[in-house]
């Protein structure tokens, strides 16, 4: 019989906490690489291809170097106490210090957000697990802005917005600050993710300014079935997302898959019907589903494990429909229709978001334990639920959220602003000139998304383009 | 000699070209095409937006043949191709001075 002492882990490592965290993790990753890269390509003009590719892919790798540098300890790390314990600023953001040490990294995970029972996987795993929810952020609100922003104002917003916006809500919501203490709740990231993107999309969309009027009457897609992989990887990614986020591969997080799946299916649905039977056309389309089916996920995201069944078809169905209604009513009203929001993330995002949040407050069952083993009648240490009205009678949590909501649109608001004024300035413009915009991935980068065939074969081996070309 | 130039439904081609083939017509040339004619455009949906497509997929079809053969031509392309509804399309004739095959350097003809 093997000793104890030669497990090759430390006896706190629970081997299939920390897998189910890697795994969800990385579930997580492929929503953003290649999920929304093809998803983006598939929408944008063909034209636009490659540089929204590049864009998301350039925008994953600098949040994790932000992240490794001081973005973690920024929002996950030990509390930096500006101001009296208990007050906002004692709960404001962590360190400015980086996750580079031997001894940081494989050590027993800590985080301000979970005081009840300890994790069972070291701080590179709850590392990474957080950096692929903060590498996605910027990615949705840069639905807003393609087609038109500048290259070099991307590679120098991301850094900037992911420091001063993502990581101040992460730490307010789920880093132990503030909001967090004061009890308003996220499961996933309704609010910080999703809330915080839209509203980002939005005010940067209107910074930078409309697409050429050309490019947005000929917006249509470049390709649905693209659409399709890059929708389904972010579905399917979602039980990473959502069945993540206990921090625990127990009864919780397979309520969480479970629900965020119901809430998505409603919402596909939802969003069909409307499109069948109240839209003009009255045609069912594949990209309303998609948009419904957005809705439920995005919905569902602040809520997966503390509603149940029945609450996750209420989730789908409510968002998906008030989402339709401000996609195609709202969106025709000031300020909506002045801003060149180019994929409707404050809509599919957003509003979903700040649903989703609000339904909390009324739809959380106490009974659904997210620490516990046994359901309503674990009662054990680390046992921790929601109650929303329709079971305590209680507003309490409802007004948590909506305080909580309205921190995130307006910190968001004041700190986009402040990212693409001062990237404006630094680089004398967010925009491309009108003519790199009339051609796209050709002008910029020199690279299409599908190269004509040149007919015929070359007539002389050394290419006469570059001498290095041999 | 003539060239036909025929602009038909896309769905129509192995029609005609079976038409064409037993008529004893030898070859044909087909290209993708788009273009209007009084069928118009068609809307297409996205997102809850209306893009209007001016033009509609066409395929469009040449053929070289004899003077003597161009009627039998024609007749074959219009039965093979004609559904009666709009959008049918067009087919139009004109001559041709000189045909040369390649491999042979022939003219005229026998080049056909």
Not at chain 1, 47 to 75: C, D, E, H, Q
Not at chain 1, 209 to 228: C, I, Y
Not at chain 1, 250 to 258: F, H
Not at chain 2, 47 to 58: A, C, L, S, T, W
Request: glycine share 12%; with cysteine; net charge neutral.
């Amino acid at each position: 019989m093997l000793a104890v002492t030669n497990i090759p882990y430390p006896s706190w490592l629970n081997p299939a906490d920390n897998t189910w965290q890697l795994v969800a993790a990385t579930l997580v990753g492929l929503m953003s690489l290649p999920g929304l890269a093809v998803l983006y390509g598939g929408l944008v003009r063909k034209k636009w291809i490659v540089n929204t590719m590049l864009m998301v892919f350039t925008g994953f790798s600098l949040t994790l170097v932000v992240w490794m540098l001081w973005g973690y300890n920024l929002a996950f790390g030990p509390q930096s106490h500006f101001g009296p314990t208990g007050s906002f600023w004692s709960g404001f953001i962590g360190h400015f210090t980086p996750l580079s040490t031997a001894g940081a990294e494989q050590g027993q995970a800590v985080s301000g957000a979970n005081t009840l029972i300890p994790f069972h996987f070291s701080t590179a795993t709850l590392a990474y697990f957080q950096f692929v929810f903060a590498a996605i952020t910027p990615l949705l609100f840069l639905g807003a802005l393609v087609g038109r922003l500048k290259f070099k104002a991307w590679l120098l917003i991301v850094p900037m917005w992911i420091t001063l916006v993502y990581c101040v809500n992460a730490a307010l919501l789920w880093g132990g600050g503030f909001f967090a203490q004061k009890g308003a709740v996220d499961y996933s990231g309704g609010y910080v993710i999703h809330l915080s993107a839209g509203v980002a999309a939005f005010v940067g969309a209107a910074i930078i300014g409309p697409r050429r009027w050309q490019d947005r009457e000929n917006a249509f897609p470049s390709n649905l079935m693209m659409v399709a992989i890059g929708a389904g990887i972010l579905w399917l990614g979602w039980n990473g997302f959502n069945g993540g986020d206990p921090f625990y591969a127990g009864a919780d997080a397979a309520s969480a898959v479970l629900n965020t799946n119901v809430a998505t299916a409603v919402g596909v649905l939802t969003w069909l019907l409307m499109d069948m039977f109240f839209s003009r056309q009255k045609k069912p389309t594949f990209l309303g589903a998609i948009n419904g089916m957005l809705c439920g996920l995005v919905a569902i995201t602040p809520s997966a494990g503390w509603v149940n069944g029945t609450g996750a078809i209420f989730v789908g169905l409510i968002a998906a429909t008030i989402v339709w209604f401000a996609w195609n009513y709202l969106s025709r009203i000031r300020p909506f229709s002045k801003v060149d929001d180019a994929m409707g993330v404050v809509y599919t995002h957003g509003i979903a978001g700040l649903v989703g949040g609000l339904l909390v407050g009324i739809l959380a069952d106490p009974g659904m334990v997210q620490y516990g083993v046994a359901g309503r009648h674990f009662k054990g240490a680390g046992s921790f639920s929601v109650g929303g009205w329709f079971y305590t009678h209680s507003f309490h949590q409802l007004w948590e959220q909506f305080l909580a909501a309205l921190w995130i649109i307006g910190w968001t608001a004041v700190g986009t602003t402040i990212v693409f004024t001062l990237v404006k300035f630094l680089l004398g413009g967010l925009r491309e000139s009108d003519e790199v915009l009339s051609l796209g991935d050709v002008a910029i980068h020199e690279e299409e998304a599908f190269p004509e065939p040149t007919f015929g074969e070359p007539l002389m081996t050394p290419s006469h383009i570059h001498p290095d070309n041999v | 000699m003539k060239l036909v130039t025929a602009v038909v439904k896309p769905f129509k081609l192995d029609e005609v070209k079976v038409a064409l083939t037993n008529i004893g017509v030898s070859g044909m040339t087909v290209t993708q095409a788009r273009g209007f004619g009084r069928q118009g455009g068609h809307i297409e949906i996205y997102r809850g937006k209306e893009y209007e497509f001016d033009f509609v997929d066409k395929i469009r079809i040449e053929v070289a043949c004899t003077d003597e053969q161009v009627e039998q031509v024609l007749d074959a392309i219009v039965s093979a191709a004609r559904t009666g509804s709009v959008g049918d399309g067009k087919a139009w004739v004109t001559d041709v001075e000189k045909v040369v095959r390649v491999r042979t350097n022939e003219r005229g003809p026998e080049a056909l």
